[in-house]
């Protein structure tokens, strides 16, 4: 079984830009923006691909932006594994249902998603 198959519920392709925070030792505050592309999406996790290869079970925020949402939307969750794909790295992102983030909204658009997708 690849990890593309280890979601049960209904998954979305579709490519939004991904802003992850990263730790950063070099940085004077520890953390830096990693700008992605998701690959696909759900109501619990997401696939994004980056060109930098995360720790497993790094606890991550990120933005997800959508080009029909006013604003971004915060998610914190835990990379559940990666893959290398050329130069980059796919990876599987697991969303924490979490205090002080737009987990909410991010379930209500991935339901208005699967619905249009089925009046297709």
Known sequence: MNNNDKRSEGRVN???TIFVEAYDS????????VICN?????A???QFQMDERPELGSILRLFAEFHDQQAAMQLVGEVKWVEPQGQDFNIGFAIYDAENTDIIQW???IAQRLEQGEDD
């Open 14 to 16: 579709e490519q939004t």
């Open 44 to 46: 619990n996790g997401l």
């Open 26 to 33: 070099t940085s004077f505050n520890g953390t830096k923006v």
């Open 107 to 109: 379930k209500q658009l």
């Open 38 to 42: 998701s690959l696909d999406i759900s």
